[in-house]
């Protein structure tokens, strides 16, 4: 079946530092994207979105990249402050589609 | 107000209770979403209301039953759990389906607990 999965499971940055969260799907039919940010406790938050017409995308603090061609998806975090630390899900629906499919998630942890 | 509310924040119920989660949003979304979370793993969608009719059941058994009284209000009801049902219960909505490029807002969730 489809899947969306991410590289790493745990990443941890320095404070100060860029992050990149990186995710692979295998759908060749998606043409959403979204990264999604879970603190502990909390649900899902938005941080920003990007369609397959598009390969970059900036949001603040935030930059998108999609790699149509080897199916990537990479999430970059400017300047990580310890507020960043949560789970992050990518996630991904196809032409039409009523859903999304969610990325195993990856925990980033900022140390100080 | 972008804002999902959730309630109750936590449940506790045994296997022969009857409870029901309660969702509302005042965004105007036409869509709305249940999702199951198991911890360490990302949310699982359940069931997808599309104005206000049932549009995706994804095959989830029958002791849960998702019910839209309006626009607004989603509910989940609760029959005869079993204790692998313990899970984080997340509601969400959007102004339309994802191909279109409408994000979903997720409500902070309700943590249940079978016993």
């Known amino acids: 079946g489809e899947s969306v999965g991410l590289h790493l499971p745990t990443l941890s940055v320095q404070e100060g530092d860029n992050s990149i969260i990186n995710c692979a799907y295998s759908?060749?039919?998606?043409?959403?994207f979204i990264w999604y940010k879970q603190e502990s406790g909390k649900g899902p938050q938005f941080i920003i979105d990007?369609?397959?017409?598009?390969d970059k995308r900036q949001g603040q603090r935030v930059t998108v990249l999609l790699n149509k061609t080897v199916k990537h998806l990479s999430l970059q975090i400017a300047a990580t402050q310890p507020g960043d630390s949560a789970v992050y899900f990518c996630a991904e629906s196809s032409k039409g589609a009523q859903k999304l499919v969610f990325g195993q998630g990856t925990r980033l942890t900022i140390n100080p | 107000d972008t804002e999902v509310t959730q309630t109750p924040k936590h449940l506790v119920m045994g296997m022969t209770n009857k409870k029901s989660l309660k969702c509302e949003q005042h965004m105007g979304h036409r869509a709305m979403y249940w999702y199951k979370q198991k911890a360490k793993k990302p949310p699982e969608l359940m069931f997808v209301?599309?104005?206000?009719?049932?549009?995706i059941n994804e095959s989830v058994p029958s002791r849960f039953s998702p019910e839209c009284p309006n626009s607004s209000l989603l509910n989940l009801h609760l029959h005869a759990l079993q204790p692998e049902d313990s899970a984080l219960y997340l509601c969400?909505?959007?102004?339309?389906?994802?191909?279109?490029?409408?994000?979903?807002?997720f409500g902070p969730g309700t943590r249940l607990t079978v016993t």
């Open positions: 209301y599309s104005y206000e009719k049932l549009s």
């Open positions: 759908n060749s039919a998606s043409d959403y």
């Open positions: 969400a909505s959007s102004q339309g389906f994802p191909t279109g490029g409408y994000e979903q807002y």
């Open positions: 990007i369609r397959s017409n598009m």
